[in-house]
Nanobody
């Protein structure tokens, strides 16, 4: 079983920046997709960004131009740099690893944005 350990998050003022990271606990198959989802109170889970093992990326419309996803395959780690944060970005952010059609999830990390 792969465990995903997240770090980062916290409280920031609107317009500020935060970074998240997520590391897999053991070796993972070379073909995979890592990403970040978020869930705000009263809202459905939303895919924020994802990055394939080939470094292809996807961004949700609400974060394009503000967030950047990256990964270090050697360290089995995915990063999310969040800039120009808005109050509507506040949510619990979850790391995801999709491998062999299985999904693995981190424990979630809170991002709070004050206006």
């Amino acid at each position: 079983q792969v465990q995903l350990v997240e770090s980062g998050g916290g409280l920031v003022q609107a317009g500020g920046s935060l970074s998240l990271s997520c590391a897999a606990s053991r070796s993972i198959f070379s073909v995979n997709v890592m990403g970040w989802y978020r869930r705000a109170p009263g809202k459905q889970r939303e895919l924020v960004a994802s990055i394939g093992s080939d470094f292809s990326t996807y961004y949700g419309d609400s974060v394009k131009g503000r967030f950047t996803i990256s990964r270090d395959n050697a360290k089995k780690t995915v990063f999310l740099q969040m800039n120009s944060l808005k109050p509507e970005d506040a949510a619990v952010y979850y790391c995801n690893l999709r491998m062999f059609k299985n999904d693995y999830w981190g424990q979630g990390t809170q991002v709070t944005v004050s206006s």
